[in-house]
């Protein structure tokens, strides 16, 4: 071999082409290790502050059992695509729990096509929890809503046609009653709960905490109205909201236990007497929140009806 050719095998360098293959393969496997990925990991503020946050007193037990029983469920990270940067999209706590307190922990990673997409899946994987109170799971839910109305692109993607922007949200908001066994207007109106409570939060980032938490009752109407409220409008509006409490339940409206209790021999009477209440809502209301659950009260008394030996 000339040394012309033994030169044109010489890398960047002055290592040879075995060496310097065998340095790249070398560095590729390494980038695929959790201590690589997690040496690139890094926090996105709206990433982070997309899910609602841990009170003081959660972050605390959080700490003790992850220090104490270590961290058992892995980090969720996204890959950015063409790019060598991890951004937690689950376990936000748990990460900074661990690097406090030099605690391993594992990693999961994902790959979306933008954030969008990751926001989105950010969303779904808290909907699939238990400890949500009912208006965290109302404010994702609407998240999920307006995010999808606003991107025809990921909408045609899903399989609907481009007809007028309510036929598209209509489409939208029915795929999603489905998911989550809901009524139609009900994701309509947590898609109006979710855009007023961001705004609420725009102001007062206090309060959106409390009323997610669950620690301050506010009336959900009241916050869907603010959807339409214009930027000047807001801080006046919000003062509002907490100087009003949610009205108290009618007397009819109360579930009040009977002092007495009942006889068994009466419940069939009192079953069908439920029914005839139920059936009369049905038939009033057109597919609403009231009409599903009403659904579901006449499916119950029908079951107990048929499977219960009431002698």
Not at 122 to 143: D, F, I, P, S, V
Not at 169 to 177: D, H, P
Not at 184 to 202: H, M, N, P, Y
Request: charged share 35%; glycine share 6%.
């Amino acid at each position: 071999m000339g040394k012309l050719d033994k030169l044109k095998k010489i890398k960047p360098g002055g290592v040879a082409d075995d060496a310097f293959s065998q340095v790249e393969k070398a560095k590729s496997k390494f980038k695929t290790t959790d201590d690589y990925i997690k040496s690139k990991i890094e926090i996105h503020p709206d990433f982070r502050d997309w899910i609602h946050p841990l009170s003081e007193e959660e972050y605390k037990q959080l700490e003790e059992n992850i220090i104490e029983e270590g961290c058992r469920e892995p980090l969720v990270v996204w890959q950015v695509p063409n790019a060598e940067t991890y951004y937690i999209i689950d376990g936000h706590n748990r990460h900074r729990v661990c690097t406090s307190n030099n605690v391993h922990f594992n990693i999961v990673v994902k790959e979306f096509v933008d954030a969008a997409e990751a926001k989105e899946w950010m969303l779904l994987n808290q909907l699939g929890r238990r400890n949500l109170t009912k208006e965290q799971a109302a404010y994702y839910r609407g998240l999920i809503y307006n995010q999808r109305k606003s991107d025809p692109k990921k909408n045609l993607k899903r399989g609907n046609s481009p007809k007028s922007q309510n036929d598209t949200s209509g489409n939208i908001a029915e795929e999603l009653s489905k998911q989550y066994n809901t009524s139609r207007a009900g994701i309509l109106r947590d898609g109006k709960f979710a855009e007023g409570l961001d705004k609420v939060g725009s102001v007062d980032p206090v309060l959106k905490r409390q009323v997610l938490g669950g620690k301050t009752k506010v009336k959900k109407a009241d916050v869907e109205k603010l959807a339409k409220a214009e930027a000047n409008e807001i801080k006046e509006e919000v003062s509002k909201i907490k100087k009003v409490k949610p009205a108290l339940k009618t007397a009819s409206q109360k579930k009040v236990m009977p002092n007495d209790s009942i006889n068994l021999a009466d419940l069939p009477k009192l079953l069908h007497k439920t029914m005839n209440t139920h059936r009369k809502i049905v038939k009033a209301n057109k597919q609403d929140e009231q009409y599903f659950k009403s659904l579901g009260t006449l499916e119950l008394c029908e079951q107990l009806l048929a499977k219960v030996d009431w002698k």
